[in-house]
């Protein structure tokens, strides 16, 4: 998201004051939100492909939502189909359940969108929402096609629970090719294939599809949801909302579906408080990204300069000011993202709490990108204990089993590569130190609560361990190579 993309998004604040107290509102976040994809995907060396990646969010979003539904109730349906739809993450109450005909005109107006939207290859100088040319209207109006027709498909299954897993694997799946430098590449030069470029020019670089990450998140919480039968009815507006809501599209958090919906269904009136505070959270992101991230970015551990730097305190000031940078990047687009929904009555949760301030690894990951953390917690860390403890396994072996499998899992969520693979197994087990050093230490650390200067100490003892800790992690995450960053990693130590 850049400036300009910002101060479009936050002009919609005067029109959103006069349209979000009555049911334009609703309809106001869901145009706004399909709009936004298109025009924040970046433009891609491939032909349309700056169309169809956002088309095919879309799509995947309509598909998911569409074998997620619950069953509508009926005049004619008995108290045992009423009964068996809810046991499946249905609603037993039938007016919970979203109105048929609303959902037809949301896919009416969505496809109305998508076809605008092509419609501009042929305004010549009014041309275009995305970054180049959209393709022909025909290839257009066929994938809306398929993409209906397979979504009325999907919603008439009597049974849907293995559409659930193939979903969730089907999504796994695109993740690897995409964050797979090696299929990425491969991918990419089918898709120059079909559209009659030349092959030999694909890098893995080439599918650019933004947001792609965070809207696999949420459509995998909603499969998992929807089979343990915990997700709530939800309309097709509120869910292309959810899953596209532009202010958190870019860079999260990772909201979840129920608590989004609960948001956008209650009354909302746009006051001056309300525009006060949203406007002080946007201007707090801005500085932190545009300002401090960007300014430490300029100076910041990368594989140029980690090459040329020998000294070892100079690196040192390479790698702080890549720890700060990465945060006020970050946290600066969580607190832009967190503003503007405010100014729609959209309460987005927090994703960072002074991480660098935390005295352990663990306490770092609870206020370290919070919702990514809340989310592997609940569909990998959870399940895998309880599958783990069902073993006769000692309680040790599970913990570091559970731990280094999450954190690698994260660290692969960057990307497919050595480097991010060790940078989790880094943090896994440093998380697997901590817990059983914490452990040993809960007989003596009662004592410390009558020495306060002690305790003080031992407090900001573990606040510099920890950010130590975390910064030569960095080292692992910025640089393309184990070989670099062994190197660099040397030579902060002193042992190069």
């Excluded at 993309?5 to 959103?16: D, E, I, V, W």
């Excluded at 305004?123 to 257009?140: E, H, K, N, Q, W």
């Excluded at 000692?394 to 994260?410: E, G, S």
Aim: hydrophobic content about 55%; glycine content about 6%; charged content about 15%.
């Amino acid at each position: 998201m850049t400036l300009a993309h910002l101060l479009a998004f936050s002009a919609l604040a005067p029109l959103a004051r006069y349209l979000v107290q009555g049911r334009a509102r609703p309809w106001l976040m869901f145009g706004g939100s399909v709009l936004a994809i298109y025009w924040l995907q970046p433009l891609t060396p491939i032909r349309y492909l700056d169309f169809w990646l956002p088309t095919a969010t879309l799509a995947l979003t309509v598909w998911v939502w569409a074998a997620t539904r619950p069953v509508p109730a009926s005049a004619s349906a008995s108290p045992t189909a009423l009964s068996r739809g809810a046991g499946q993450g249905g609603a037993s109450n039938p007016a919970a359940l979203p109105n048929p005909r609303e959902d037809r005109a949301t896919a009416l107006v969505l496809a109305a969108f998508v076809l605008l939207i092509a419609l501009t290859r042929y305004t010549g100088a009014l041309c275009c929402l995305t970054p180049s040319r959209p393709p022909d209207i025909v290839p257009v109006a066929a994938a809306l096609a398929l993409t209906a027709g397979l979504g009325l498909a999907l919603a008439r299954l009597p049974t849907r629970s293995v559409l659930w897993t193939g979903g969730v694997i089907l999504l796994l799946l695109l993740f690897i090719v995409l964050k797979t430098d090696a299929l990425s590449q491969a991918a990419s030069a089918g898709l120059r294939a079909i559209g009659g470029q030349d092959a030999s020019l694909a890098l893995p670089t080439d599918l650019r599809w933004l947001g792609f990450s965070y809207v696999a998140f949420r459509l995998i919480h909603v499969l998992r949801d929807r089979a343990l039968g915990r997700l709530p009815a939800v309309s097709l507006r509120e869910f292309v909302t959810y899953i596209t809501f532009f202010p958190a599209f870019t860079a999260g958090p990772i909201d979840r579906v129920e608590r989004f919906v609960k948001d956008s269904r209650a009354p909302f009136t746009l006051t001056a408080a309300e525009v006060l505070a949203g406007g002080e959270r946007i201007a707090l992101g801005v500085l932190k990204k545009f300002v401090v991230a960007d300014s430490l970015a300029l100076v910041a551990l990368n594989p140029l300069n980690a090459e040329q730097a020998q000294s070892g305190p100079w690196l040192w000031v390479l790698v702080y000011a890549y720890a700060f940078r990465l945060y006020f990047d970050f946290a600066g687009y969580t607190d832009i993202a967190i503003g503007l929904g405010r100014l729609f009555g959209i309460k987005l949760p927090e994703n960072f709490d002074r991480p660098y301030a935390r005295q352990n690894l663990t306490l770092f990951w609870n206020s370290w990108h919070i919702t990514l953390a809340q989310w592997f917690r609940a569909y990998v860390f959870n399940p895998l204990t309880r599958a783990l403890r069902a073993r006769p396994l000692p309680p040790a072996l599970i913990i570091f089993l559970t731990q280094m499998v999450v954190m690698v899992l994260i660290g692969l969520w960057h990307g497919v590569t050595w480097n991010f693979l060790t940078w989790g197994a880094w943090h896994g087990l440093g998380l697997f130190i901590h817990n059983r050093f914490a452990d040993r230490m809960k007989p003596r650390a009662t004592a410390l609560d009558s020495r306060p200067r002690l305790k003080r100490l031992a407090h900001w003892a573990g606040v510099l361990v920890t950010f130590h800790f975390v910064a030569l992690g960095w080292v692992w995450f910025a640089l393309p190579t184990p070989a670099l960053a062994l190197e660099v990693l040397q030579k902060l130590l002193g042992l190069w």
